[in-house]
Each structure stands twice: as C-alpha cells, then as structure tokens.
C-alpha cells in the first residue's frame, strides 16, 4: 500500500509545515506529499499570495478544487479524505500533533494515519547554506541587542537602594526586557518572556525577571528572537554585574567561560554530543562547583549544554549526557554553560556555532565581561 505524508497546522505554530512548504500562514492549511509530488491546499484567502511564496517544487492548489459542491469550501477533513481519493493513499504518516478527531474520523472512512516515531524531517537538524545565512542574520540582531543591553547596564546610575537608575527612571528588569524586544522589532525580529533576570531570579534558568535591576547582583541576560521574514531564530546569552563581583561569583563566572570554551573547542563532525556535555560539566566539577541537590533545590549545572537552533528555538540535536548521537556538519547548536545557586542567583553564557567537517564556526563574538563599572 502506497503511504504519503500529511500536515494539517498554521506555519506560525509548526515548524515542520513551514520548513516543508516555506510558506508563513497564521491559519491551518494542509501539506501533503505523495510519491513525487508535494502540495500545500488553501484557501482563497492565502491562494494568490500562496503561488509566489511557496518553496519551489511545491505545487499550490486551492481548496475548491476539491469541492464536492461548486463554490463549497470544503473542510479540512473533507480536504483530506478528497486527497487520498486522488492520490490513492489510505495511509498517511503524521506528526504527534495531528488532531485526534482527524484520525479518528479518517479511520471510519478507512483512511489510515501513523504517528512518525522520530523526527518527521530529519534533514531540519542539518541546516542549508541558505539556512545558515538566516540564522547568522539573526544572531547577529541578537548581538547587537546584547550590546545595547549591556551599554544600558552601564550608563546607569545606582540610587541609595541599589537599584539601577537611566534617564531618572528605574531601570527593571521589565523595562530592559521591553527595551530589548522594541530594539529587535525595529530590525525584523520578535522577541517574547526575553530573559533579563536580577539576584536569585537568575537562578531559575527560564525566569524572565521582574523588579528593579540591582548592582551588587547578577544580571542574566538571553535573548532569543525569531526572524519575521524567514522564521530563524537566534539566542545567546551572557551575565552582568553592575560593580565589583564577590570572589565566589567570579571563579563561578570564570569556570562557567572555561566550561564553554573547553566544550566549544571539541565541536566537529562525528564527535558525540554527550561527550561535549561532559566536558563542561568536568571543568565545572574540577573548579570545584558541582551539581546536586539541598532541601530540595538543585544546584550547579542542571541543564543541558546546548540544543539546535533553527526554525524552533529548541530543536535538534540536543548535547545533553541522554544524547548519544554524533553532531553532523550542518547542525548548528548553542554552547551555554551555566550555574545556579538559590542563594544568590546563576550564570550562563551562551554562544551559536556551525558544526563543521573537522571544526567549527562561532555566529558570534565569544567574548564575555562579568564586572560593568
């Protein structure tokens, strides 16, 4: 029996259907591809827009042309089962967020559907020259709003409360989030809950931050926008502190950047991403800071070394010590080391680099300065 495979999302939310289709649409519409050919169907709304915008080699049809009625829209289930009644497929391999109902009624009219059990595009982890230009693009934008972040941290006063002061008004952790985000707008980029975490905020990895910025505290900044013309993202992250840091802080902060270069130095092709991970999670141990757990908190290095970046912000492959697979050239990955201690907050810093055949190459600087006067 002939098996196809079958789409059904908005490109806003699925990546899987935006990579297959190139096309950015807010509404569901479908992709499918059976034997040789791939097809997105939609309606009049996106139709016109859609036979300019389309990946090449995908065909474009409009949803009437399936219609059992004229001038009937039909509807998605409607749209499918006329699919396999042209194409002939009664099995149909989907993603694990296809709709249940979908499936369920598919089956009464016996259609098919299979959940994929790995990743439904495999090629996505191994990033095109095009690609990689996109992401580069981005992480650029992501630098340049570091740096404004940073300059922001450092023209700032600091009142009788510690807290940060620019422009006679209180630099929070909100307002350099909204500075941030406005700043990438302006470039093409969104941004959304961008990490600008102050004291024991920060050693809650994926804590936004509320409340005033302090000096005499750490500052994670990170900061992950997605292209609104291609749908690339870009991410990295780094920590500030306004004055001069505490000599624990800083062997953390150092062991943290020793972490991340001795870890960055291993990427190439064929090498494990498990063994990336274990690298930086050695020099961490070995400079005395090791991960565990106290009164039910956890401390140290309590996550992952790094993830794929690309049409998601989280995709594969993943350097983690679960992942026993080799990096490939193509994929690129983020570096972001870090540690966390409820008592007084964490630091990551976090670069993006290309895996190449024998090495690597950063999208951005690796510098990174703690101490902001």
């Known amino acids: 029996m002939k098996k196809g495979r079958l789409i059904v999302s908005a490109s806003e939310i699925s990546a899987d259907i935006l990579y297959a289709s190139g096309f950015f649409c807010p509404d569901p519409f479908i992709f499918f591809s059976a034997g040789s050919e791939k097809a997105v169907v939609l309606s009049t709304l996106e139709y016109q827009r859609a036979l300019s915008q389309v990946k090449k080699g995908v065909k474009v049809y409009h949803d ?3 219609a059992k009625k004229e001038n009937a829209h039909p ?35 016996g259609i098919k559907t299979t959940i994929s059990e790995s990743a439904f595009f495999p090629a996505r982890a191994v990033k095109t020259k095009r690609e990689i230009s996109f992401i580069a693009k981005a ?13 922001m941290i450092a023209e700032a006063s600091v009142d009788k409360n510690s807290s940060l002061i620019l422009n006679g008004e209180i630099l929070s952790s909100e307002r350099l989030r909204s500075e941030i985000e406005t700043e990438l707008k302006r470039n093409g980029y969104s941004a959304s809950r961008t990490i600008t975490a102050c004291g024991r905020q920060s050693s809650e990895p994926h804590n936004a931050g509320n409340g005033p910025l302090k000096a005499g505290q750490v500052i994670i900044a990170d900061i992950f926008p997605r292209s609104d013309a291609t749908g690339y993202w ?27 270069e001795k870890s960055r130095a291993m990427l190439k092709a064929g090498v494990k991403a498990a063994a990336v991970y274990r690298k930086a999670f050695e020099v961490l141990e070995k400079r005395g800071f090791p991960t565990g757990s106290k009164n039910g908190l956890n401390y140290g290095f309590i996550h992952g070394l790094g993830h794929g970046v690309g049409l998601e912000i989280h995709e594969q492959p993943r350097v983690s010590p679960m992942n026993h697979g ?22 990551r810093i976090e670069d993006l680099a290309i895996i190449g055949e024998s090495s690597h190459v950063l999208l951005n600087s690796p510098a990174a300065e703690l101490e902001i006067p």
Do not use: C, H
Request: glycine content about 8%; overall charge positive; hydrophobic content about 40%.
């Open 234 to 260: 870009g991410d990295m992250t780094r920590t500030f502190f306004k004055g001069k840091a505490p000599s624990t802080i800083k062997r953390a902060f150092d062991a943290v950047f020793e972490a991340k």
């Open 326 to 347: 080799i990096l490939e050239e193509g994929n690129v990955i983020s570096v972001e080391p870090g540690l966390y201690y409820p008592e007084w907050g964490g630091i």
């Open 75 to 109: 509807g998605k289930l409607e749209l499918i089962i006329a699919i396999s009644e042209k194409t002939g497929i009664k099995d149909w391999e989907v993603p694990p967020d296809f709709s249940l109902k979908y499936a369920r009624d598919l089956e009464k009219k």
């Open 139 to 151: 992480q650029k934008a992501t630098e340049s709003a570091m740096k404004m972040a940073q300059r």
């Open 64 to 66: 009437l042309a399936f």
